[in-house]
């Protein structure tokens, strides 16, 4: 398998795959599932921390990096900062059955899901925008029938009446820091200035560097950086303007396979830009980062055209109510570090996990994720996934009084199933409670000797980076 990518930093001039203005340009030994901290990078244990922390098959989520997509017709993820592209990460629904026997593990801490894919987010170059209808202040802006620019109507539904209700409250994003300058998109969740996009777009800027957000009116305007995670590869802007129109959160759990969608943003930095498609697959785990700055995405695939700069943009449905947002894709097997653009494979975070997250980073200033509380031992290579029998570097294999421990959970158990589907790589493991919120209770299935079990787990909440 593959290493998957990290986010790269756009320059100026620069690509991600190359240094024309349209393109630009690790590893560790446990994965975290529980709330647990995932050990110091560099020491050998073979065990995945079940708590939320990065895994060894990710890369940074700030600049993307290039993902592993295990499976003979799939190859590593690309993530995008600025020209460039993302990839992907994290599962929620169902996340698909595995042969064991078809199964392949890498060595050691690089056994990856069979189903699972490990990309890059998408950095710099991103597109979108969204609104949350449930958080206090958020308005649900209602778009009426669009015209197109030459006057003429379009009826309802339409590409042409979708694109003309959603374009104006998408942006583009520009930043600049004393590493790098970068490209990207987002999109307006609160007509009182609040704006949502990829982690890894503003990731470089955040901390001392610049972030400028363009209107599709061309208005331009500095924004602050209200909350970000790299967990969820979330982050949240505001600006100082009140008369924005916000885009509505649509369910993603209520998507199904073979809906139309289309994705809009900055494409290779060509604002305003859309594409059409299916959502060609749902609960796609893919994990995207490296060591501390890891993302676990349960995500929606498509195949509407998404390339390096249409990150942090909106995936939306048939009403125009965004169900995801657009993060990581896909690179062609052999491609190296060069995707060669769009192959019908492209990610976004679910929109019931982007309006949790946004809320909690707009309220709080940070965000939490759920875990269990085990350590998972990626070299074992039978069924399931195994909880590691002996403590690594001083953490316990199971937390003591966390959610694992009181449901019975002890070392050495082996998780077959999660909420009745079949786990078989830590990955899909981690990226299906991901999906989930803190208090939630999931139903495990729990093999110990000759015999199996379902346990109820009340997730437990851990702190978000």
């Known amino acids: 398998m593959s290493q998957p990518p990290a986010p790269y930093p756009e320059e100026p001039g620069r690509t991600w795959w190359g240094r024309d203005p349209f393109s630009r340009p690790t590893d560790g030994d446990t994965s975290p599932l529980a709330g647990d901290t995932a050990p110091p990078a560099g020491d050998p244990a073979p065990v995945d921390t079940v708590t939320g922390a990065p895994s060894e098959h990710a890369e940074p989520i700030g600049p993307p990096a290039a993902p592993v997509v295990p499976g003979p017709a799939s190859g590593p993820l690309h993530g995008h900062d600025g020209p460039g592209f993302p990839s992907p990460a994290e599962p929620e629904g169902d996340l698909g059955r595995h042969d064991p026997r078809r199964r392949r593990r890498g060595r050691g801490a690089l056994l990856v899901v069979a ?34 620019s030459d006057g003429q ?17 998408v942006v583009s994003i520009e930043t600049s820091s004393a590493q790098a300058q970068g490209t990207g998109s987002g999109f307006v969740i609160r007509e009182d200035g609040y704006i949502l996009t990829n982690n890894h777009v503003v990731a470089d800027a955040a901390e001392g560097g610049q972030i400028r957000v363009v209107f599709s009116d061309g208005t331009q305007l500095g924004a602050d950086v209200v909350g970000r995670t790299t967990s969820y590869d979330l982050a949240v802007l505001q600006v100082d303007r009140t008369d924005l129109a916000a885009l509505d959160f649509g369910s993603s759990d209520g998507v199904v396979v073979g809906d139309p969608v289309v994705a809009v943003g900055a494409p290779l930095g060509l604002e305003s830009t859309v594409t059409t498609g299916i959502v060609s697959a749902k609960n796609r785990p893919v994990s995207a980062g490296a060591d501390d700055a890891s993302a ?30 657009n993060s990581a894709i896909a690179r062609a097997p052999g491609s190296g570090g060069n995707p060669g653009g769009s192959i019908g494979l492209g990610f976004a975070i679910p929109s019931d996990q982007a309006a949790r997250t946004a809320e909690q980073l707009i309220n709080e200033g940070r965000a939490t994720y759920p875990v269990i509380g085990v350590l998972l031992d990626r070299t074992y290579s039978d069924e399931g996934v195994k909880v590691v029998d002996q403590p690594a570097q001083d953490t316990e294999p199971v937390t003591p009084g966390g959610p694992a421990e009181k449901a019975g959970i002890r070392p050495g158990d082996v998780i077959v199933g999660f909420e009745g589907r079949p786990v078989t790589e830590p990955d899909q493991l981690i990226v299906a409670i991901r999906a989930q919120a803190p208090g939630d209770t999931v139903t495990l299935t729990v093999r110990r000797g000759d015999e199996e079990r379902d346990v109820d787990v009340v997730l437990d909440a851990a702190d978000s980076d």
């Open 296 to 325: 676990f995405i349960n995500a929606i695939q498509t195949d509407a055209a998404i390339n390096p700069g249409n990150s942090g943009g909106p995936l939306v449905n048939a009403d125009g109510d965004v169900i995801g947002i």
């Open 153 to 169: 109507s379009r009826p309802p539904g339409s590409v042409a009446s979708i694109a003309a209700a959603v374009l104006p409250s």
């Open 115 to 148: 189903a699972c894919l490990v990309a890059s987010l998408l950095g710099g170059f991103a597109g979108g925008w969204l609104q949350d209808r449930s958080g206090p202040g958020v308005s649900v802006v209602q778009q009426a029938p669009a015209s197109s």
